[in-house]
């Protein structure tokens, strides 16, 4: 038999399941928490939630979080402007920060490539990276991107535009201690320090 739930809960539930790693069950759950259980937590975290979607933004140059022109990287003058890390997505850019790999400043796509999902080049947050790489010093990119089908062609793509506009930049790319198919934000800090520092080379 059916458990039969309100409109108003159901509508709630079904906007929590898509978010990102909610399935149905989980999705309940925190409905219910928050509606039923601790209903006293829902007010500051509304609030929380209306104050962040007036204050969090993109950063406009490497379009990570921020409350301000810049993200705290790229506003920290003691990070190395000479490396840039790509990343797919900022759970990417937070993980590898995590790690204490990588001291130089990142660049956030918001997405791969993706021609089945119609996700092209114009999707991404390149004409931002294309600026980057006529005014800043930068002389390596890193590209830490998922060790899937879709990462390599993203990486691919990223190189031939990275080449185009300066041919002298060195171009690596991690890999070594992901496991085929997997994405950053999950691996753990010892597995992406490792692959940072075990990146290859591209090549031109």
Known sequence: MSIQVTPTFEKVRQLLRQLPGLGHRSAER????????????????????????????????????????????????????????????????FAIERSQAHRGTYHVLHGRLSPINGIGPEALNLASLEQRLKSEPINEIVLALGNDIEGEATCHYLRDCIFNIRSTIKVSRIGFGLPSGSGLTFADTATLRSALEGRRDVGN
């Open 30 to 93: 925190l409905a219910l928490h928050l509606l039923v259980e601790k209903p006293q937590t829902l007010t500051p975290i509304l609030e929380a939630l209306q104050a962040a979607s007036v204050a969090v933004k993109r950063c406009e140059r490497c379009g990570s979080l921020a409350e301000a022109q810049h993200c705290e990287v790229c506003a920290d003058p003691k990070r190395d402007p000479h490396s840039l890390c790509i990343v797919e997505l900022v759970p990417d850019l």
